[in-house]
């Protein structure tokens, strides 16, 4: 059943241009650039009376929340908080009907997430929720929502399900915008091309960066520590590639911002400190090359995830990571396979279970 894969993350992490392209089916067309989501027109009303949104959820789609919530506070220019279920659920939040709540799962079944919905839902929010897994409880407790259809997702690592909700929550951002009337054709357009694309240059990752995320995962495999540094829409994507390999290889990594590593992380810089940055071109690439810096002046190892050619930022690096061209709003949904395939490799390489780390379950059904 793992279709001669060696380990069901393996195999998740290559069926993602079909995932993906599962979860746009039937809801983006490229040709009439119409976006189609019956689960978003159900609540539309609801949706443009939000005075906010409040995306709850836990691990990694916490951090897709995240990612989320730059993109929607940018194209829909409505405030979006994000938390953590296990804290929402006992804060006594603000919360009531003007409110939407995003509620995140791969499974539909954590519990945190599962018991900060019903609470939130007794006091009148409308609950938007993106699930995996159809039929689930937090599916059923949704008003309506959009299913991401990544598929079973056995690894317990998560890996197709974070890809495939990053496309569902763009979608939902970009179908928002266009109800609100707060992004324009030709960036709807840009977003709609490039969203359609991701399938193949998720492939083209997958085809093309293997061998080079091997020997980068040989060389750093007895590393102690590891940052992930990004800023802006690879802020949440840093968070993620250091979740991805505390989890699956046990070597202890930090995600940050970039520039907040000057307020503490970057006491940790010697030359025995891998520090990968997600550093693919953007408006704010430059402020990123000069973080690079920072720690290169500190011998840092640098590792770097830059778009093709960009001769300036491998000329930096010790190891570099090529990322097909894209708009920087989708770049990060590319950026992610190569931080799952460097937990992967780096895993192996250790010797660890990296379909069933310690300690792990595959859905927490209890707090
Ligand atoms: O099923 P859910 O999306 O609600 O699960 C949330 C987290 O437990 C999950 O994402 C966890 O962090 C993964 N093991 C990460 O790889």
Not at 79 to 90: D, K, L, Q, T, W
Not at 243 to 252: A, G, T
Not at 334 to 342: G, M, R
Request: glycine share 6%.
């Amino acid at each position: 059943e793992k279709a001669g894969y060696p380990h069901f993350m393996l195999k998740e992490i290559f069926e993602q241009p079909k995932a993906i392209q599962d979860c746009l089916r039937g809801r983006l067309d490229s040709t009439t650039h119409q976006i189609t989501l019956s689960g978003l027109e159900k609540v539309k009303n609801k949706l443009l009376a939000a005075q906010r949104i409040i995306i709850v959820a836990c691990g990694t789609s916490w951090h897709a929340a995240l990612l989320a919530e730059y993109w929607i506070e940018e194209l829909c220019r409505v405030p979006v908080e994000v938390e953590y279920a296990s804290e929402f659920r006992y804060r006594n939040p603000i919360v009531g009907q003007d409110d939407l709540i995003i509620a995140i799962s791969q499974s539909g079944e954590t519990a945190d997430t599962l018991v900060a919905l019903e609470n939130a839902k007794l006091h009148g929010a409308t609950i938007f929720g993106i699930v995996n897994v159809v039929g689930s409880s937090i599916a059923r407790l949704s008003d309506s929502g959009i299913y991401t259809h990544a598929g079973p997702e056995i690894g317990v690592a998560s890996t197709k399900a974070f890809t495939t909700q990053l496309a569902a929550l763009l979608l939902f951002a970009i179908k928002l915008a266009q109800y609100k009337q707060t992004i324009d054709t030709p960036t709807s357009d840009t977003l709609i091309n490039e969203l359609h694309a991701v399938p193949d240059k998720v492939q083209e990752i997958l085809n093309t960066q293997l061998e080079k995320i091997k020997r980068i995962a040989h060389k750093y495999v007895d590393a102690k520590d590891f940052l992930y540094l990004g800023r802006g829409y690879n802020f949440p994507i840093a968070l993620e590639g250091a979740l991805k390999l505390k989890e699956i290889s046990y070597i202890h990594a930090e995600g940050y911002p970039a520039a907040e590593m000057k307020h503490g992380p970057i006491a940790l810089v010697d030359e025995n400190l891998p520090v990968l940055f997600i550093a693919t071109k953007d408006k704010i690439q430059e402020k990123i090359i000069s973080n690079m810096q920072e720690i290169k002046a500190r011998s840092g190892q640098l590792i770097a995830l830059l778009s093709t050619d960009d001769t300036l930022v491998s000329s930096m690096a010790d190891d570099s990571i090529e990322i097909p061209e894209a708009h920087e709003i989708i770049a990060p949904i590319l950026s992610t396979i190569p931080l799952q395939l460097l937990a992967y490799y780096i895993g192996i390489d250790r010797g660890c279970d990296v379909d069933k780390p310690r300690n792990l379950a595959k859905s927490v059904t209890v707090e």
